[in-house]
Each structure stands twice: as C-alpha cells, then as structure tokens.
C-alpha cells in the first residue's frame, strides 16, 4: 500500500464493511486478555506514535477497565510524547518508578 491510502476508517467500523472484517476478533481477543490482567492486577498502558491502524479502538476497553492509559502521538519525537513518557518513566528517590506496576516491561521497537 502507498502511505497515502487509507486502510480503514471509522466509518468503516461503524458501518462493519469487510476492511473492518478483523475488529471484532481483536476486541474479543483484548477482552479475554484484560480479564486476566483485571484478576492479577495488572494496568494495560499503549504508547503508540502511529495515529492510524495500532489497534487502539480494539484495546479501549481493556485499557480503561485495567486502569491504564493511552498516550497516542503521530510521532515519538512530539513534545507532548516526551513529556509523557518522561512523566510516566520517573524515577523516585528510591530507585523505583514512582508509578506502582505488578509487572515487567517489554520494550518493542521497530
């Protein structure tokens, strides 16, 4: 595909044409994996530096009923994406974040 084309709107979604064919299955697929992370604790948080097609609308609710958040930018070198992750990573005076997580981080980058 070329950057320029769209690969799927939101009038797609709401309309459930076949390029939204695959959302019903991924936000079936987030809810069964924030049912978990609901029952052990766990906060589902996505920076994302992409605008379009990270899968963000399928991870709403899994996001909100985990208590997480989401920080969307169209690119990771933006001011307000800095300062987020910045804010976010802080580190306290104990050597630990300062935002209290019952997990691990897996930094994925491309």
């Known amino acids: 595909l070329e950057r320029g084309t769209m690969i799927r709107t939101h009038?797609?979604?709401r309309?459930?044409?076949?390029?939204?064919?695959?959302?019903?299955?991924?936000t079936d697929f987030y809810?069964?994996?924030m049912r978990r992370m609901?029952?052990?604790?766990?906060a589902l948080h996505v920076f994302s530096a992409c605008l379009d097609q990270t899968g963000v609308a399928?991870?709403?609710?899994?996001?909100q009923a985990t208590g997480g958040?989401?920080?969307a930018c169209d690119a990771w070198k933006r001011a307000h994406?800095?300062?987020?992750?910045?804010h976010f990573m802080r580190i306290g005076?104990?050597?630990?974040?300062?935002c209290g997580m019952n997990a691990t981080f897996d930094v994925i980058t491309s």
């Open 15 to 26: 309309d459930k044409t076949d390029v939204a064919k695959h959302m019903a299955a991924a």
């Open 69 to 71: 958040v989401i920080v």
């Open 58 to 63: 399928e991870m709403k609710l899994a996001v």
């Open 11 to 13: 009038v797609d979604v």
């Open 81 to 86: 994406m800095q300062q987020s992750v910045d």
């Open 38 to 42: 609901v029952k052990q604790g766990h």
């Open 93 to 98: 005076e104990d050597g630990e974040l300062d």
């Open 31 to 33: 809810d069964g994996i």
